[in-house]
């Protein structure tokens, strides 16, 4: 990589990374925003309820990560990214699932920008999860087991 690749990188890095959360309840993504939030290098652009609404909000703010809860209102985690995956690639999306079904029905997924964790990943873990994606350019399904 020459010199421009490592300003260009290292430029990155400088930036805060730019997170949208999307969940259902609303008290569980103020929490999590409150938690993000706190972090340097980290902001909580927007928030959505739906697949509908995270859809409209991933075009309008073109996070660099989104943190979706699997099940929504109006649809699933296979949607939003069968929707996303073309148009906005540089993209991740970690889903938040609770049990082991959605856990099967995510590894279907042939796609390097999904990853998951459960619910009840200790803040910690999740926080450095979370910084250790800044840079990843894909990877592999990955969870944290709470």
Same mark, same amino acid.
């Given at each position: 990589?020459?010199?421009?690749?490592?300003?260009?990188?290292?430029?990155?890095?400088?930036?805060?990374?730019?997170?949208?959360?999307?969940?259902?309840?609303?008290?569980?993504?103020?929490?999590l925003a409150s938690?993000?939030?706190?972090?340097?290098?980290?902001?909580?652009?927007?928030?959505?309820?739906? @697949?509908? !609404?995270? /859809? %409209?909000?991933?075009? $309008? =703010?073109?996070? &660099?990560?989104?943190?979706?809860?699997?099940?929504?209102?109006?649809?699933?985690?296979?949607?939003?990214?069968?929707?996303?995956?073309?148009?906005?690639?540089?993209?991740?999306?970690?889903?938040?699932?609770?049990?082991?079904?959605?856990i099967l029905r995510?590894?279907?997924?042939?796609?390097?920008?999904?990853?998951?964790?459960?619910?009840?990943?200790? @803040?910690? !873990?999740? /926080? %450095?999860?979370?910084? $250790? =994606?800044?840079? &990843?350019?894909?990877?592999?399904?990955?969870?944290?087991?709470?």
């Amino acid at each position: 990589m020459g010199n421009v690749g490592i300003l260009l990188l290292l430029g990155k890095r400088n930036q805060l990374m730019k997170i949208l959360l999307v969940d259902d309840h609303i008290l569980f993504r103020e929490g999590l925003a409150s938690l993000i939030d706190a972090q340097a290098e980290l902001t909580v652009v927007g928030f959505a309820g739906s @697949v509908k !609404d995270a /859809l %409209s909000q991933t075009e $309008n =703010l073109q996070p &660099e990560l989104v943190l979706m809860d699997f099940n929504l209102p109006d649809g699933d985690g296979l949607h939003y990214v069968s929707q996303i995956s073309d148009q906005y690639s540089e993209t991740k999306v970690v889903f938040l699932v609770t049990n082991d079904d959605e856990i099967l029905r995510l590894e279907t997924i042939d796609d390097h920008t999904v990853g998951y964790l459960r619910k009840n990943t200790p @803040v910690n !873990d999740l /926080l %450095s999860y979370i910084h $250790n =994606l800044r840079g &990843e350019t894909s990877f592999s399904h990955s969870t944290i087991d709470g």
